[in-house]
């Protein structure tokens, strides 16, 4: 059926919202508590959104059944999702615009940033805007991260390009180089060269879990026909050194995943075996950026080209 365009501008967000609701809850009772209307007002956008369309959007099975989308429905959920993303982020902007040097600052990182990167860029960045909070967000998936960005969740995040397709802007911060993390009465320690790729892979490895220098990390492996073996993942940074310094296996980390001050295990730098993993930071391309991001943006440049340079304790060449 050909629907006129004219017709289609009769939709409003709140019937696109509710056709988020439903689908994410599965009942038009749930989706009314979350969106704060009655029941019978869910029931009227979704009817109004279906007739606009012309076609029906929801099939309702009855009884203690969820209800769920149908095809077209799912097609127009997709469109919703990004509009009411937009919808979002403008607030956000609005937001930032009308407070100026005041208000707050969304940022999001993972773990190596969040404790080797953001005190320190808090600290100065304080230092020149203390009217403007700084709220953090720690997330081991670049993809949570991203798609806060996208919803105006956050204002900034650091990532690990390459980013994946959507509305971003990122730039270069560091490169971080791996290294393995052993006992320091490791025999590895005490070799006058870091072990081969195909040596790493046969270790006991322990590692990430879930953040994508590991997928990358991983990636490099199976491209020279090896297979890693790990025995452990974790995402916090102290479980692994834990682990590596009882001798239940060997960490292969980032450079920045190394806490320099534990005297327990000693980091071997793997040189380039393995390329280093990128750290960027990320926003939305299309989102007005404050005066304040764009100097949070410069100091995380300035401080990440110290770290690079910076010498490593408890890193063996």
Request: proline share 6%; charged share 25%; with cysteine.
């Amino acid at each position: 059926m050909i629907v006129e365009l004219d017709q289609w501008l009769g939709i409003e967000v709140r019937h696109l919202a509710a056709l988020q609701a439903v689908a994410e809850t599965g009942t038009f009772r749930a989706a009314a508590m979350r969106l704060g209307y009655t029941q019978s007002a869910i029931s009227q956008q979704i009817a109004t959104l279906e007739r606009i369309v012309g076609t029906k959007l929801i099939e309702r099975p009855g009884g203690p059944r969820a209800v769920f989308l149908t095809d077209t429905g799912r097609l127009v959920l997709r469109h919703a999702e990004a509009i009411i993303a937009r919808l979002q982020a403008a607030q956000a902007d609005v937001t930032a615009m009308i407070e100026g040097g005041a208000g707050s600052l969304r940022v999001g990182a993972f773990q190596s940033a969040g404790s080797r990167i953001l005190p320190e860029l808090v600290r100065r960045f304080r230092a020149d805007w203390p009217r403007v909070t700084v709220q953090l967000m720690e997330s081991a998936s670049d993809n949570e991260l991203l798609v806060c960005v996208e919803r105006g969740d956050l204002d900034l995040s650091f990532v690990m390009p390459p980013l994946p397709e959507g509305p971003f802007t990122a730039v270069e911060l560091m490169r971080d180089p791996w290294a393995l993390l052993v006992p320091t009465d490791s025999p590895l320690a005490t070799r006058r060269e870091p072990p081969s790729l195909r040596e790493v892979a046969d270790l006991p490895l322990i590692g990430a879990r879930l953040c994508r220098s590991r997928e990358q990390m991983h990636a490099h492996f199976r491209a020279r026909g090896l297979e890693p073996n790990y025995v452990f993942h974790s995402d916090e940074n102290n479980t692994v050194h834990g682990l590596v310094a009882a001798g239940a296996g060997v960490g292969l980390i980032p450079r920045l995943a190394v806490d320099e001050n534990d005297e327990r295990v000693l980091a071997l730098d793997l040189g380039p075996k393995v390329p280093p993993r990128v750290i960027a930071l990320a926003w939305h391309r299309d989102r007005y950026r404050s005066r304040a991001a764009e100097v949070f943006v410069e100091l995380a440049r300035g401080l990440c080209a110290e770290l690079e340079q910076a010498p490593r304790t408890g890193v063996a060449a």
